[in-house]
C-alpha cells in the first residue's frame, strides 16, 4: 500500500476510534442531510444517503440521530441551512490539496480553510486549480484479521474490484464510484469485515516528500480535517509509511 493509501487508512481506524465522536457524528449528520435534501429522504430511491446511512452506521452512530438528520434534510424537522464548498489550493513541497467543506457558514469556512494554507506557508488556489489531478473512486477497507491475502485480493477482484492494497492487517479495495454498494455488498456476502467504505478523491498523480516537508503536510491535512466545517480532506502527496508512523507517534 502506498503512503498515500496508508494515511487514508490510519484516518479510517483513527475515525472509528477518535475521542471527538461528537464532532464525526456532526459531519456524518450533516452528509445525511444534504444528501435527504438533494434526493429525498427515502434510501431505496437515492443513493447518495443509502451511502451517508451506512457510513453513519460504520461510524456506530445511533438510529435516533440517523433518523433526526434524515428529517432534517427532508423538512419534516427544523434545521441548519448546509452548502456544501470545494476549496483548493497547494501546500508545502508543491502538494495538492482538495477540501470539501460543509458549512451553514460560507465566508467562516473559507477562511478557517485560508488561514491553514497561510499558516502553513501555502496558498489556497481558485476553483479548479488541483482539483483536475483528482478523480472519483470508491473506497472500502477490511480487516485482514487470519485471512489468505491472495484469496481475499482475488476474491475481491472477482466481486468487481478495480484494485487492491495491502498494509499490515488492513486491505484496501478500490472500486468505479457507481460500483461501490455492489462490491460491498459482494465482499459482505464472503464475510469480509468492512472497516469503512465511502467515495473517496483519488490522486491521478503522487508527488515524493523529504520527511521534513511530508511532516509539515501531514500537519497542515490534520489541522484541515480537525475543522467543524470540513467533510473530507485530500492530497496526492506519497507519505513514506515510516514517516506517517513517526507523526502518530509525535
Known amino acids: 500500500m502506498s503512503g498515500h493509501s496508508k494515511w487514508a487508512t490510519i484516518k479510517h481506524q483513527k475515525g472509528a476510534a477518535d475521542a471527538k465522536r461528537g464532532q464525526i457524528f456532526t459531519k456524518l449528520s450533516r452528509e445525511i442531510i444534504l444528501s435527504s435534501k438533494e434526493g429525498g429522504p427515502d434510501p431505496d430511491m437515492?443513493?447518495?444517503?443509502?451511502?451517508?446511512?451506512q457510513k453513519a452506521k460504520d461510524?456506530?452512530?445511533p438510529a435516533d440521530n440517523i433518523d433526526r438528520a434524515i428529517k432534517k434534510g427532508s423538512g419534516q424537522l427544523e434545521g441548519e441551512s448546509l452548502l456544501e464548498l470545494t476549496l483548493e489550493g497547494y501546500g508545502p513541497g508543491g502538494v495538492a490539496v482538495l477540501v470539501h467543506a460543509v458549512s451553514d457558514n460560507r465566508n467562516r469556512?473559507?477562511?478557517e480553510v485560508r488561514h491553514i494554507f497561510t499558516k502553513s506557508n501555502s496558498a489556497m488556489g481558485e476553483a479548479g486549480c488541483v482539483s483536475w489531478i483528482f478523480e472519483s473512486k470508491g473506497s472500502i477497507t477490511v480487516a485482514i484479521n487470519d485471512r489468505d491475502?491472495?484469496?481475499?485480493?482475488?476474491e475481491a477482484i472477482d466481486a468487481g474490484a478495480e484494485d487492491v492494497k495491502t498494509e499490515d492487517e488492513y486491505m484496501e479495495i478500490i472500486t468505479a464510484p457507481d460500483q461501490l454498494e455492489k462490491v460491498r455488498l459482494a465482499l459482505e456476502a464472503k464475510d469480509f469485515v468492512i472497516e469503512n467504505a465511502g467515495l473517496d478523491m483519488r490522486p491521478k498523480t503522487l508527488v515524493e516528500l523529504d520527511e521534513e516537508t511530508a511532516l509539515q503536510v501531514l500537519k497542515m491535512l490534520t489541522a484541515m480535517e480537525e475543522l467543524e466545517d470540513t467533510?473530507?480532506?485530500y492530497s496526492n502527496a506519497d507519505f513514506d509509511p515510516a514517516v506517517v508512523?513517526?507523526?502518530q507517534a509525535g
Not at 443513493?47 to 451517508?52: M, N
Not at 491475502?149 to 482475488?154: I, K, N, S
Open 59 to 61: 461510524a456506530r452512530m
Open 149 to 154: 491475502v491472495d484469496e481475499m485480493t482475488l
Open 46 to 53: 437515492n443513493a447518495r444517503l443509502r451511502l451517508a446511512i
Open 231 to 233: 467533510q473530507n480532506v
Open 109 to 111: 469556512a473559507i477562511q
Open 245 to 247: 508512523e513517526k507523526f
